[in-house]
């Protein structure tokens, strides 16, 4: 039960044309659409201002209300790439029929369907100019753009997040065919803001595109109250959870040093096809998955090759005690 509209104009005939807000819109459906592995995840819906309806204030108000509608026990996950407006009753979304004194939806709007829905998590992505103002508690935007430097309030309900391009008084760039932020966002869900298990949330998403823009640049913003964070999609595991669930028959205890001996390394590398190896050597190569995912260490950073020949020792890492607690609980 999860629903997604996503939104990119570039066509805008009272203001100046963009070039990647469809290329955004169509690659994040692409990959919201299916998970790594080609199972379905969210049930998505594709407006890109092309065609004779074109994104207009009373098509983007009308879709918004079929997301929202009946979604109780349903994640909701809203995108929208195209021009932001500043007003003086707060910021909007703007439509291909916007006019001076309406642009197009209000944030406002925007963010109150969010908080009143009954949906189990609502997740709204933002890269327009002025996108940060979203969620912000209306009657002091206007006030916080004018000063520049008033902080935001913001007031969300448990289980709504806001991701947004930049702050609530910043423009929004475009780079290499896209917005400079949804472009790094596709490379966040295509597998670079992926935990060891694969999954991606907008607390992970977030750490992976904020560290891409510099103290020059406009500034990402994320506003959340989680309890439980949705899995906005599962990208390839740095590691098969079931060596994690492993993780007790091989260090009783999470503080456990496992020595090595050349046993480990054993005769006959490498192995030939179908051929196991000992059980010495199963556990060298068990090790060593866990080693290329940071799981665990030695002393002195060194070579598995080399602590096994000198009857040296391995041990976990604080991730790897962190995974060693979650197989020892069956919660994996």
């Known amino acids: 039960m999860k629903r997604a509209i996503l939104v990119g104009i570039d066509d805008y005939p009272t203001l100046g044309s963009l070039n990647g807000c469809v290329r955004d819109a169509v690659a994040l459906t692409d990959l919201l659409s299916r998970h790594a592995n080609g199972d379905r995840n969210w049930d998505t819906q594709l407006m890109t201002g092309v065609g004779p309806q074109g994104v207009t204030r009373n098509n983007l108000r009308r879709a918004l209300n079929q997301l929202f509608a009946n979604a109780r026990d349903t994640d909701l996950l809203f995108f929208f790439a195209g021009h932001g407006a500043q007003t003086p009753w707060g910021a909007d979304l703007v439509t291909q029929d916007a006019t001076e004194h309406s642009p197009g939806v209000s944030m406002n709007d925007l963010i109150t369907l969010a908080n009143d829905s009954p949906a189990r998590s609502v997740t709204l992505l933002l890269d327009c100019c002025f996108s940060g103002a979203l969620g912000n508690v209306p009657g002091q935007q206007a006030a916080a753009v004018a000063e520049n430097f008033r902080l935001s309030k913001s007031l969300l ?4 997040t806001v991701m947004a391009s930049s702050r609530a008084t910043e423009v929004s760039a475009e780079a290499d065919g896209h917005g400079a932020f949804t472009r790094i966002l596709l490379d966040g869900l295509d597998g670079g803001a992926t935990d060891h298990l694969g999954n991606i949330t907008a607390l992970s998403l977030y750490g992976h595109v904020s560290a891409a823009f510099d ?8 506003k959340t109250h989680l309890t439980d964070p949705v899995i906005l999609r599962v990208g390839p595991p740095w590691i098969d959870r079931g060596l994690l669930r492993r993780l007790p028959e091989h260090f009783p205890l999470p503080g456990s040093r496992l020595r090595l001996s050349p046993a480990h390394e054993g005769e006959g590398r490498p192995l030939p096809p179908g051929h196991l190896g000992t059980p010495e050597q199963q556990q060298f190569d068990y090790l ?7 799981l665990v260490t030695t002393d002195g950073r060194r070579d598995h090759y080399w602590v096994a020949m000198e009857s040296g020792e391995v041990y976990l890492t604080p991730l790897g005690r962190y995974f060693w607690n979650l197989a020892k609980k069956g919660v994996l």
């Open 157 to 160: 309900r448990e289980n709504v």
């Open 215 to 222: 103290a020059w640049q406009q500034r990402p913003v994320l």
């Open 288 to 294: 060593g998955r866990l080693r290329n995912a940071n």
